[in-house]
């Protein structure tokens, strides 16, 4: 399959890092220390690109086949916006919902893969850390589902024992706009371990063994968590600043991010100044009258 | 006498030397040199006591305390001069001696200060130097003493009143009438007082009831100043920052404030004197060049009045920060009956376009200046619920808006300001009420309010109206700027170097999945700004917009419960508001801001501020005459003030033959009229209770007007429909008099038929009409069709497929419908007009008999978008303007507003005019030109090198320039110093049409943008 760092635009993506350090991705201070993302100069509105000198007039015309490759069909110009922002917007989705024990974060070069880290709480998986990737299609969302790929084949039913990915299509035979998100793609991964299904199995040792000798497949699950869990600390399979990985506790790097988990200071958002930054009210709640706040001075 | 002066003088060298001797010097001998000199004083000062003499005129007249020792005496004539001078010497080393010693144990007093106070030595001297001439020069001498001991002397001394009470007579004896040397001298010396004052509160206490010895309540320091309120200069700038060190006094002292509010003109006189300041700036400015549109700081530096009222005005808002609450709900009370209402309010209403356009440029610069939020509240209520001459402030602006040359351009940069002030008050007013019912959508649609644009449908729809001729695939590099972002792994670290090398390249990744670049598409870079700054704008709008009341999302408020059907209700409650605030709208004894009156929504405003709101630039002048013999008589009242008719008429003869009448906002003023007819009818009974505390005979006027216009309103629409052609100036023809304007008006109609048919069509009934009238019906269907095609959930079509699917073919709008070609009539042909008078009566029945429910999404969003609409005839920078205001209302987070400006899947009702809409006609009007006009991509590209010249030429003034405020980020700000532009030789800023075109563009990707991150930020839990 294509994937296309061509959509990923680095100073988004730098941009995007910082919410997801903040919603998902300090768990507990394991990932690497996030890189100095490139900081993006403040231009003014309404610019007109600059004139480069000398620059030579590429004349050639856009090629057919670039035109085809956006199978969206918008401006050429602005579709890889659209769906870099459509991203975006998933990713907010997937913040808001508050997945237990999953945190995912998409790469540095392209918005469409997501790296992700699931912890499982209970059941028969307890005590398993499974990385994936995400694969998102560049179609999307006019595409298939995304696809979910764990780095190390967990040994379930579901999971393909050679490539680690998981069958997410059977819960979604067809993506439809509007309706699919990813975070339900992140949810289901999560659910799979929880509730077992063995019918059509991409597995079908786990699937045979969990029907017949649960015992067995236990075991199995056992070996499997231990052997994903001892990976826990390579280095990620992508060479990428964003991607998840894990390092022993440092207290001098993790205590720190760790505290200021717990006292949930946010870090203010760079204010420029010169703005007026807080707005005005005199309406009282539940009327639309100006100035109809009670503690209004005399003369109104 | 020149002792004080030789001290004063002497002050920096003098006593380092003396503080040099006097080191090591043992206390005991500074103790006994000072009581020497003090003997050889005082032998002097009793020779000429005037006390031995009987002939004490002088201390009779001043009627201050008596001197401590008597005894017989000689009368004492003139001072010999070697006598003074002794005494002068004596004097200037006695203090040096007390300001050089150190308090004693535990803060007690030094010996020589003791001394000081048991001999009552400073107020002997100062009765020594009242018994000789008290001049100015000696005044100043005197000043000058004290100011040196206060500063100076290691203990304090004003606690002792034998110190404090000569200093208090010193003061009192300088004010009123003193030369400009004695005033600065004052003034300095009392702005040390204060100082001494904010350190040590103790004294406080003191210098009250040294004062009352004197027999006044008086807090003389504070009286003293109150004169130089508004001084320029220095003198007026130490004065009120003691004055301001007192104000902040006055928030912890209950004692300070009450004073102040009670028994000082601080108040009255600040206000006041905002009013006289404001009197002396000149009526008319002059305008810099023809986009001047408003006072940037390099501007206002030349004029020294407006820079003294500037000082004043950032007096008070620094007076209103500090001050105890009752001090400052006084000082805005005076600001708002003091300056804005009887001052600002007419100067609002002048005669001439000029005097207008210069108070409104004031009115901005006001705002501007303005921090403090109770006073941007004064200034706010003014401009909101304040009615002149029956017409709302905020009714007046905002018709103005469409007045042509510098007073239009003038009023949308104050709008911007307001805008800019992230306030819910005025959003409500200008935006927010309109919308908040939802009428002005399908019903079905408000669902859609609060979702998300996931996919970027709506900002590739406005982009997809980008214009062939500035397409980034047709028009070449260097000028669009097609730079791709190809930013792989090795170049992360230099994102804006410009333009980068296409190139293709296979990666492999560790899971098998290649990634292959993109090697012929280009992305707009530029557009990376716009969305950078779409972010920024729409965080801190959105971070502002926490303090508000409501979220404006569809919900809450509640649509239901603002329905005008709902309106007797909330009239009721209005009535109930009322009772306890009575409303003041006449002089008030003791001034206090008249109590706005309760408004209803969504329209307060009564039918006689309408017949301006609409007339007024819509509309040719309505004579009294023609008002008569075609309506009932009329109170005098209805009639709009006469400045304003003048006014109209300036207007009128400006814009004829060049200024092109927005006829659609005439549209929507007539639905406004509806709705206001059935307002005035709440009005009357809401305001009836509170009339009558009005003079008798403003009620008996009142009340008849108002019976007059119920009348009027239930004889419905016959009477509407002599009415409203009267104000679309179409029953003209029986008064030839009105003729000239009679053809401009024909002309603007024509105008109007054809450019916005669409608006009403759904309306025409009238014959003639009707095949026209079908098939624009017809083709609004299909237009509203296409809008809602995504939201007909079109499976797994793409909208963006239909995005572009427009953009190759563009949906006819109706906008572009060329059959009614009225300019072909002339004003001669009346059954032309009549034929028009019947299809705006038609248009009226059928309004007047869904007057509740008339969707209407307000005049300020109906006279932008009028203004929008003709963007390919405003001079660039009212199209910088108006973009910039578009944008800066799009920021904001509110789904009521964000809907409808930026989701173009929303199904609006037939006669609401969206942006979009707008947009799309732009669109298709310059397509038209582009195919016309044979130089017209070659003048884009000129254009675009005239405004890329432009922008760095202002962006290099930008760094210079420090005020901050007038520095917006907004793009009109940055775009428009007063500056004159480089005029480009080879396009004119004449081809408004290609300016217009190359910033629509610039414009579709600016919303584009705010949309493409509202679909983000709008939807992440904020910070904190």
Known sequence: ?300 | MMMASMVANGNRNGREGEALVLKGVDPETCMIVFKNHWAQVVKILEKHDPLRSNTSSNMAALGVIGLSSGGPMRFGGPIPGDEASAVQNYVEHMLFLLMEEDAGQAGAMGPILEFVVMENVMERLFLWSLRRQFTDDMKLEQLKMYEMIVGQARQPLLHHKPVLRPLMMLLSSCSGTAGPEVEAELVSLLNQLCCVLAKDQSVLELFFHTSEDQGAANFLIFSLLIPFIHREGLVGQQARDALLLIMSLSAENQRVAQHIAENTYFCPVLATGLSGLYSSLPTKLEVPGEEWHCLHREDWLQMPTLVQFLNSLEFCNAVIQVAHPSIRDQLVSYIYNGFLVPVLAPALHKLTLEEVMTTTAYLDLFMRSVSEPVLLQTFLSFILLHRHENVHILDTLVSRINTPFQLGTVSLALFQTLIGLYCEDVMLQLILRYLIPCNHMMLSQRRVVKERDFYSVSAAKILALTPSCCSPEHSPPPLRQLDSILWSKGTDNSPNTGIKETETFLEEDGSGYSCVIGSEIYLDVNYLHYLYNARLGISSCTRACQVWSAPYDGEDPPPEEYQPSALEETGARGRQAQTVNPKRSHPHPRPRPPCPPQTTDPAPTNHLELEWDDSYDACPVVSPEAAESSRPPQPPAAEPPKHIQEMRRTAIMLVKGSYIEESDFQDDVMVYDLVAKKDARDTVDRCRPSRETQPELEESEMDSEFNLEEDHFKESSLQEKDEVPLSNGLSLPLHPTNMEVNSSEVTKGSKEVKGHVADYNSNLQSPSATEVGDDLMGQYEELIRTLGSDEAGTGGSSPVKTVDKEFRNPVVTPMEEDEVDFSSFSMDTPELEKQHSSLFGTKLRSGSTRSHSVPFTGPFVSVLLSRLENMLDNSLHVNLLLTGILAQLAAYPQPLLQSFLLNTNMVFQPSVRSLYQVLASLKNQIEQQASTKKDFPEMITSAQHCLLARESSLKGQDTNSGDSRDCSPLVAGRMMKSSPPSQPKTISLARTEVFATVLFTEFLKELAAIAQEHSILSHVPMEE
């Open chain 1, 1 to 300: 399959m294509n994937l296309n760092p061509f959509w990923s635009m680095s100073t988004n993506t730098g941009r995007k890092r910082s919410d997801g350090e903040e919603q998902s991705g300090h768990q507990s201070g394991e990932q690497q220390q996030q890189r100095a993302s490139p900081a993006r100069p403040s231009f003014g509105k309404k610019q007109l690109p600059s004139i480069p000198k000398n620059a030579v007039p590429i004349t050639k015309p856009a090629s057919p086949a670039a035109t085809a490759q956006l199978a969206n069909g918008t401006h050429a110009s602005y579709g890889p916006f659209y769906l870099e922002y459509s991203l975006l917007a998933e990713f907010t989705l997937v913040i808001k919902q508050k997945l237990p024990g999953i945190y995912v974060q998409p790469s540095y070069k392209s918005a469409l893969m997501w790296f992700g880290v699931i912890f499982i709480r209970h059941g028969l998986y307890q005590d398993g850390v499974f990385k994936f990737t995400v694969y998102i299609p560049d179609n999307y969302p006019d595409g298939e589902c995304p696809r979910v790929v764990f780095d190390i084949p967990v040994f379930h039913p579901l999971v393909d024992p050679v490539s680690g990915e998981l069958d997410v299509r059977r819960a979604f035979t067809k993506w439809r706009r509007n309706h699919n998100h990813i975070w339900q793609v992140l949810m289901y991964a999560r659910t799979v371990f929880y509730k077992i299904n063995t019918m059509e199995p991409l597995n079908p040792e786990a699937a045979v063994l969990y029907d017949k000798d649960v015992q067995l497949f236990k075991r199995k699950v056992i070996d499997s968590v231990k052997l994903c869990n001892s990976h826990l600390f390579d280095q990620p399979k992508m060479d990428d600043p964003y991607a998840i990985s894990f390092s022993s506790w440092n207290p001098a790097i993790h205590d720190e991010a760790k505290e200021r988990m717990f006292t949930h200071k946010r870090r203010p958002e760079d204010h420029h100044k010169g703005l007026q930054v807080s707005g005005l009210s005199w309406v009282k709640p539940g009327s639309t009258q100006p100035f109809s706040k009670d503690d209004n001075p005399p003369q109104c």
